[in-house]
């Protein structure tokens, strides 16, 4: 069974600061990789995908990147905001979906 | 609208009781999956549709849970007789085709609270 952590459980920073977010896994067999942030009280919204084939997805100031054979993504966050304050979660599809426990980010004003 | 819904948001019951959940998908979307996120912890994987049938129940938790979908849109998601240990967040996500390379959009949850 696919077994997915998240180091660090929550991390806080102040504005403005570069942070990485750390995703491993431990069956590399995987179809894709996808970042979620989860805000209290909504549902999950995607932030990237990154497809099997793919090393790396990028939007706006968020950077995700996969390494099948160390079992490991990362997502970096550049020049963080307040509004980027939410828990992240990394998703591993295989033949069913197996999320992280996520990383509570609070970005500090 | 444009994004999957749920209902009831919030749900608090007795224990032994019987609760039904709904989710609404994306319209079109032919894939839908159900999880449940207990306090503190990761989203678990608890059953998945492509259109009305479901060929992945594996993560149901115990005989108490199922679910059904019809006319390939609204699922329900019932527990029956329900225990202190069921209270969590049950989400519900859609995705067009259920394909490997889809994303997957989420509900906001229904917060189940069995007293």
């Known amino acids: 069974k696919q077994e997915v952590t998240q180091i660090p459980a929550a991390l806080s920073v102040p504005e403005g600061e570069n942070l990485v977010l750390n995703c491993s896994f431990t069956?590399?067999?995987?179809?894709?990789l996808q970042w979620f942030r989860q805000d209290p009280g909504k549902g999950l919204t995607s932030l990237l995908l990154i497809q099997s084939s793919q090393r790396e997805q990028t939007s706006g100031r968020l950077n995700a990147s996969l390494d099948k054979s160390s079992g490991r993504s990362t997502l970096y966050i550049a020049a963080s905001q307040p509004g980027d304050s939410a828990t992240y979660l990394c998703?591993?599809?295989?033949?069913?979906?197996?999320f992280g426990t996520g990383t509570s980010l609070t970005v500090i004003p | 609208g444009a994004g999957v819904s749920q209902s009831p948001s919030n749900k608090v019951t007795e224990k032994g009781k019987d609760v039904e959940l709904r989710c609404d998908p994306i319209?079109?979307?032919?894939?839908l999956y159900w999880y449940r996120q207990r306090l503190g912890q990761g989203l678990e994987f608890l059953i998945y549709f492509q259109g009305n049938s479901a060929p992945d129940k594996s993560g149901l938790p115990s005989d108490r849970f199922s679910a059904e979908r019809t006319g390939g849109s609204v699922s329900t998601l019932t527990i029956q007789r329900t225990q202190q240990e069921d209270s969590a967040v049950y989400l519900c996500?859609?995705?067009?085709?259920?394909?490997?390379?889809?994303?997957?959009?989420f509900g906001p949850g229904t917060r189940l609270l069995v007293l």
């Open positions: 069956d590399s067999a995987i179809y894709n």
């Open positions: 998703d591993l599809r295989v033949n069913q979906f197996y």
């Open positions: 319209s079109g979307h032919t894939a």
């Open positions: 996500a859609s995705s067009s085709n259920g394909v490997v390379e889809e994303t997957q959009y």
